[in-house]
């Protein structure tokens, strides 16, 4: 049973930083890519960040230079470093991995159950 765990949220001021933190486990992890998508209130889930499992990053534009995604292969953990945070990040933050469970070849796609992250004054 593939399992995600996402930790790390809370409330920041703007200007402010957190790491998000996803815990994987039921995966083969380190074939697998990883993603972190957000929902704020009212809108629809959208893509945050991506590490793909031989190392390529993606952002969306909204934070490109302000986040940064990592993973360690050896904890099967995956990272969402957000810095200069603003209202607008303000959303749940999901973890999403897409890879093969152990025992099986075949890819799915996997959600963590989210993790607030509110940014105000």
């Known amino acids: 049973q593939v399992q995600l765990v996402e930790s790390g949220g809370g409330l920041v001021q703007p200007g402010g930083s957190l790491r998000l933190s996803c815990a994987a486990s039921?995966?083969?992890?380190?074939?697998?890519?990883m993603y972190w998508w957000r929902q704020a209130p009212g809108k629809l889930r959208e893509f945050v960040a991506g590490l793909t499992h031989d190392g390529s990053t993606s952002y969306t534009d909204d934070v490109q230079g302000r986040f940064a995604i990592s993973r360690d292969n050896a904890k099967k953990m995956v990272y969402l470093q957000m810095n200069s945070l603003k209202p607008e990040d303000t959303a749940v933050y999901f973890c999403?991995?897409?890879?093969?469970?152990?025992?099986?070849?075949?890819?799915?796609?996997?959600w963590g159950q989210g993790t607030q992250v509110t940014i105000s004054s």
């Open positions: 039921g995966i083969r992890f380190t074939i697998s890519d």
């Open positions: 999403n991995a897409k890879g093969p469970p152990y025992g099986r070849s075949s890819y799915g796609s996997y």
